[in-house]
């Protein structure tokens, strides 16, 4: 069941927030999922989806390079360095109605940033391949404050980051999404459960040299492309090509799964820098003090290693 909170912060912002299952929505955004924000019944939906056998799954937590990853998914699968038409979002398991999802053609690369509690059923049952792309949280929650103060309009809780960063942080006992060490600690989990099944890799990897990221990838899934298609992908998905393609050959779909194809809104904050080691021009020297407390104190059990600047 989902339960509403109505947070008043120390210093008076109020705000209404929705909690289902380890998720924690902003109650207006809420309104652009399926059923009017009916969270617990499409969470339901997402579990019982039927899977097919040439699906893959993306999985990331939110604002670590899922589009990014799923841009080379799809030119690997494809092996073709020529950019999507479409965009993730029509095969999203967090926004878009089940029903849709299963009306896309195969074959799909379903994408998610939700717990693999959450995740459906079958993906275990068909082995599906899964690729997960973790990100530095200093660099993810600078990356959410933009999204969420492009997408919220003008709440008081993202008027800077300073005043943001304790809604992902839990210091009011909330964490905005879901807690950022819980999620890792979860697909760690299952990493290990299922260790055939999944690829972790790190966004700042990915920066590094994506070329040998992407033969990890391409190695995983099995897709044998060659090294001159590798690198015509890696040069493909470069953030200043990924953000032009974005403006000039994606087809957008509303957010809120009600506007007609084609005329979705233009998402600009989408693709903002997409750097490793933003997080400085953010964070003030007692900011960066309290995150390395965070860390150290929230990220027991965590066998990741993240890198704050390459």
């Not at 210093?11 to 289902?20: A, L, Q, S, T, W």
């Not at 890792?184 to 040299?209: L, T």
Request: charged content about 30%; glycine content about 6%; aromatic content about 12%.
């Amino acid at each position: 069941m989902a339960s509403t909170i109505t947070l008043e912060a120390p210093n008076g912002i109020k705000c209404e927030f929705i909690h289902c299952n380890g998720s924690t929505f902003l109650s207006k955004m809420s309104k652009m999922l399926p059923y009017g924000g009916d969270i617990a019944r499409h969470h339901s939906d997402v579990k019982q989806m039927k899977i097919r056998d040439d699906d893959w799954y993306l999985a990331t937590y939110p604002k670590c390079g899922t589009h990014w990853a799923w841009e080379i998914m799809c030119m690997l699968q494809r092996g073709s360095p020529e950019h999507e038409k479409v965009t993730k979002e029509t095969v999203f398991l967090d926004l878009k109605p089940i029903a849709s999802i299963d009306e896309r053609p195969s074959p799909r690369i379903l994408n998610s940033h939700m717990s693999p509690t959450l995740m459906p059923n079958e993906i275990i049952e068909k082995k599906t391949k899964i690729v997960h792309v973790m990100r530095n949280p200093k660099d993810a929650f600078v990356s959410m404050y933009h999204h969420f103060k492009a997408m919220s309009r003008g709440e008081e809780f993202t008027r800077d980051f300073q005043t943001f960063l304790p809604y992902v942080l839990g210091t009011y006992g909330i964490h905005l999404h879901s807690s950022f060490f819980d999620y890792i600690r979860a697909w760690e989990a299952f990493s290990e459960k299922y260790p055939d099944q999944i690829i972790n890799i790190y966004y700042e990897d990915m920066k590094e040299d994506p070329v040998r990221e992407i033969k990890k990838i391409n190695e995983f899934l099995g897709t044998n492309r060659d090294s001159k298609i590798i690198e015509q992908i890696a040069e493909a998905c470069d953030f200043k090509n990924l953000k032009k393609a974005d403006a000039e050959v994606k087809v957008k779909e509303s957010l809120d799964n009600k506007g007609p194809k084609g005329q979705g809104p233009k998402l600009d904050f989408m693709y903002r820098k997409g750097q490793v080691g933003d997080w400085k021009n953010h964070f003030t020297v007692a900011m960066n003090e309290q995150m390395d407390r965070w860390i150290q104190q929230n990220s027991y059990g965590c066998k990741s290693t993240f890198r704050y600047t390459i």
